[in-house]
């Protein structure tokens, strides 16, 4: 079955740096748009970047361009999220999930697997 199983959540510094990964299993990984998404305290599910796994072609939220990079290593089935320049307001559970389309769209309640989500604290 498919599974997406996040690490590399933790505590940072603001201005500070961290790498999210998500390994996946249970589907062709290498021929999806692969999403992250976050969730903020008392917030709802919030769009934060995207790939094409097969061209690698990404897009990201207004809030987050310039600061993060998305990627993947087909061969390792892993999506990531290189996080910099970290501000408080990036404090949230963060989700890899998986599209159900085979075009970019940024509605995350219409993503058809999520892993369990890593915890960002951007704190000083």
């Known amino acids: 079955q498919v599974q997406l199983v996040e690490s590399g959540g933790g505590l940072v510094q603001p201005g500070g740096s961290l790498r999210l990964s998500c390994t996946a299993s249970g589907f062709t990984f290498s021929r999806r748009w692969m999403y992250w998404v976050r969730q903020a305290p008392g917030k709802g599910l919030e769009w934060v970047s995207a790939?094409?796994?097969?061209?690698?072609?990404?897009h990201y939220a207004d809030a987050v361009k310039g600061r993060f990079t998305i990627s993947r290593d087909n061969a390792k089935n892993t999506l990531y999220l290189q996080m910099n320049s970290l501000k408080s307001e990036d404090t949230a559970v963060y989700y890899c999930?998986?599209?159900?389309?085979?075009?970019?769209?940024?509605?995350?309640?219409?993503?058809?697997?999520y892993g369990q989500g890593t915890q960002v604290t951007v704190s000083s």
């Open positions: 790939i094409n796994t097969a061209d690698g072609s990404a």
């Open positions: 999930a998986r599209g159900s389309r085979s075009y970019f769209y940024t509605d995350p309640t219409a993503y058809d697997y």
